[in-house]
């Protein structure tokens, strides 16, 4: 980086930073934020032509770019602006604290202001400066009107398009959600949009975990229709990030949600209640296994159905036996646990037969997370099941351990657990 | 199998607490203080926390102090657990514990309430999330099989099933990923490792192969270890990397607390001393 960034003076950072802090106001739909290096700027501004705009007057700089919302910033200022910006901040922060400042309310209003302009810019900079949004949020929530909140929500959102895993800025979201959930007719929309924006954010930024986290927060807000809803909408995008395991545990966050619904219903419609749920893990065990055979060797597709046939077997089959006792006219369905291991047992045989294949690092990987999970079942199969099933299990089990052992040496350990052969303290 | 480059990652420490003016170093300074944790804590292991002024960092620790008690992450920022977590950590490596006004002690905290908390962050898969119904996250289960190994309350972790799911994080180079389907990282080779050791499963895993991986992300020439080979150092992977070294018992190096993450004789010389 060139040397010029610390030869700038006080008075030349003051003026940059009112550059950016003029530019944030004038164009408050701004979006997106990035940084460029000073010798892409030529380029950038010949772009710009003869526009008579908020362009045109940003075009005599050599530090600020702006199209269509989009800002650019030199990376040779950031530096001397973000010490001018903190500087800034720092001072109105302490005059609007000062007890005594608050003598009247015009003068409270423009400290508060100051301290709004300066902590922007600041964030803008620096997006994890903690100090920052707790300021603002101080102030917020002196005044808690919609717009101001929804105005925390894109600044938010302007720091996520460049910092996607911002763990300040995602729990900034999270708290002003909270304040708005006082005023209910909006929340289920934000809730929505919010779930939106997370997908987006999700396509260029794959696993963001405190994305997803965010995501499934908001779960909980979710009414019943929401929640099969959300499962509807984001198959589609599941169903193209097959390696993605942040978006099946989202999948799983929502299937919990809906069975605890289930199991606080006790009234006639149980039944029906009941049909539909075992109806949703029936279907999503079924796109499970038509995307196990499509995409060969992804984990996160395996350890999705590791859940779903642990809890159709472990917990829906007790729910049955209580439902179909209570119910009339009886449930439709019948859980049969016996053909469920059946065809997992079909699956796990027929993945495994492709280890001629094993040069193909994909096709032994299916091999050995389809091993694992055959002696995931035998683990998770309550005691109680019948003697067919654990003696189905047995027989299979020998062969899938020794090419376990075979071809995933390190786990040795874990494998001969599995089997029995040591216990474990 | 390569070596420990120790000497060169004491000289990476100190130089990059000296550095303090590039925009990376700037815009992290309201996290300084967990930066002092990791370089500092790497020292210590490598038997060189003299190589910095004690009292130099001691009196800007104190600097960073809040009214409330609390620290902040650098002087004049807000106080937040994180960091005084930190500033305790560093202080406890310096015997300095005690200039602090010990007012708060585990006595004071409702830790019945504190474990039913990280319970409810338990998952299906033996993992913790960083909330109730989040996605098991190798540092969060760090976090919370150490904060029930520090409070007695081990017993309500599934030790098969979670260090099935840990061990399921190393991968072919021996390196260990954080979730399913992502990329080794050297940060793991602690959360991952401590967590195992903690639960009693360590050998569910190639120990061998993970020392290498690590050795492999050093470098050799500048000092400091990278998350993965032959990509940027940092202080935050060059802690975790020792760390991981010594928890894997590699030669010379102190050991060090998998729940309380510092050295084993600061650990008994802070349990020693009270009465």
């Known amino acids: 980086m060139s040397t ?41 501004k010949e772009e710009i032509g003869d526009s008579l705009s908020l362009e045109d007057r940003v075009h005599e700089s050599t530090s600020f770019w702006i199209r269509d919302h989009k800002l650019g ?48 810019a600041l964030l803008l900079l620096s ?32 720091v996520l398009s460049y910092s996607p895993k911002s763990e300040q800025a995602w729990s900034h979201r999270r708290w002003v959600i909270n304040m708005i959930a006082r ?65 099946f545990h989202y999948r799983r966050r929502l299937m919990l949600r809906n069975l605890e619904g289930f199991c606080y219903t006790q009234d006639n419609n149980s039944s029906g209640y009941f049909v539909e749920t075992y109806q949703i893990w029936k279907e999503e065990l079924d796109w499970n296994e038509s995307l196990i055979k499509q995409y060969v060797g992804r984990e996160a597709l395996w350890l999705h159905r590791r859940f779903l046939s642990m ?40 993945c495994s037969t492709t280890i001629a294949d094993a040069n193909f690092e994909d096709f032994q990987a299916q091999a050995i997370h389809s091993a694992a999970y055959m002696l995931w079942l035998t683990k998770q199969i309550p005691e109680y099941q019948g003697i067919d099933i654990q003696e189905k299990l047995r027989a299979g089990v020998g062969d899938v351990t020794r090419m376990l052992k075979r071809s995933c040496p390190d786990r040795s350990s874990l494998w001969d657990y599995l089997v029995g052969y040591h216990s474990e303290p | ?78 106080p937040h657990v994180l960091y005084t977590l930190s500033a305790v950590q560093v202080l406890a490596l310096f015997d300095k514990v005690d200039i602090l006004d010990a007012d708060k002690r585990l006595d004071k905290i409702n830790v019945d309430k504190a474990v039913e908390y990280i319970v409810s962050c338990k998952n299906l898969d033996g993992g913790f ?29 599934d030790k098969d099933l979670l260090g099935w799911w840990l061990c399921e994080r190393q991968v072919k180079s021996g390196g260990l990923n954080g979730r399913p389907e992502k990329l080794p990282d050297v940060c793991y080779s602690w959360w991952v490792l401590s967590s195992l050791i903690m639960i009693d499963r360590v050998h569910w895993i190639n120990k061998d192969k993970l020392v290498k991986f690590i050795l492999d992300c050093q470098d050799m020439e500048n000092g400091g ?32 607390d998998p729940a309380y993450a510092l050295p084993v004789d600061v650990v008994n010389r802070i349990f020693f001393s009270k009465k």
């Open chain 1, 4 to 44: 010029r960034e610390n030869s700038y003076t006080e008075a030349e950072a003051l003026n940059l930073l009112a550059q950016l802090e003029r530019i944030l106001d004038l164009d408050p739909l701004i979006d997106e934020v990035g940084f460029i290096h000073p010798s892409q700027f030529a380029t950038l």
């Open chain 1, 73 to 120: 910033i030199s990376t040779q200022i950031l530096i001397p602006v973000y010490k001018a910006a903190k500087h800034a901040f720092i001072s109105a922060l302490r005059q609007y604290k000062t007890p005594g400042n608050f003598s009247g309310k015009s003068q409270d209003d423009t400290l508060a202001i100051e301290v709004m302009i300066h902590s922007k």
């Open chain 1, 127 to 158: 997006c994890d400066f903690a100090t920052a949004w707790n300021s603002r949020k101080l102030i917020v929530s002196n005044k808690r009107l919609l717009p101001i909140l929804m105005d925390e929500l894109h600044l938010s959102a302007l």
């Open chain 1, 183 to 247: 005023n209910c007719s909006t929340l289920q929309w934000i809730i929505e949009r919010e779930s939106e924006l997370v997908e987006k954010i999700a396509e260029r930024s794959k696993m963001n975990y405190r994305a997803w986290n965010h995501r499934c927060w908001l779960v909980s807000f979710m009414t019943r229709e929401q929640v099969l809803d959300e499962l509807k909408k984001s198959r589609n995008w599941s169903g193209l990030h097959v390696a993605d395991n942040s978006c």
């Open chain 1, 311 to 350: 809890y159709l077997i472990k917990h829906m089959a007790t729910h049955l036996l209580a439902v179909s006792c209570q119910s009339k006219p009886k449930a439709s369905v019948d859980i049969d646990i016996d053909s469920l291991m059946d065809h997992e047992l079909c699956l796990v045989h027929s």
């Open chain 2, 1 to 78: 199998m390569g070596e420990l480059a120790a000497d060169k990652h004491v000289k990476y420490i100190i130089s990059v607490e000296k550095k303090k003016d590039s925009f990376e170093s700037v815009v992290m300074e309201h996290l300084r203080l967990n930066g002092a944790y990791w370089g500092l804590t790497t020292l210590d292991i490598l038997g060189k926390l003299d190589a910095v002024d004690e009292e130099d960092v001691i009196s800007w620790i104190l600097k960073c102090q809040d009214e409330s008690g609390g620290f902040a992450g650098n002087i004049g920022h807000d």
């Open chain 2, 129 to 157: 999330g960083c909330t109730p119904g989040g996605e098991s996250h190798a540092g969060q289960i760090f976090c919370c099989v150490g904060a029930l190994a520090i409070a007695g309350a081990l017993h309500h972790v």
């Open chain 2, 225 to 256: 270890i990278s998350d993965r080979p032959d990509d940027a150092v940092d202080v935050f992977h060059t802690y975790f990397g020792v760390a991981g070294l010594s928890l894997l018992e590699y030669p010379g190096l102190k050991p060090i």
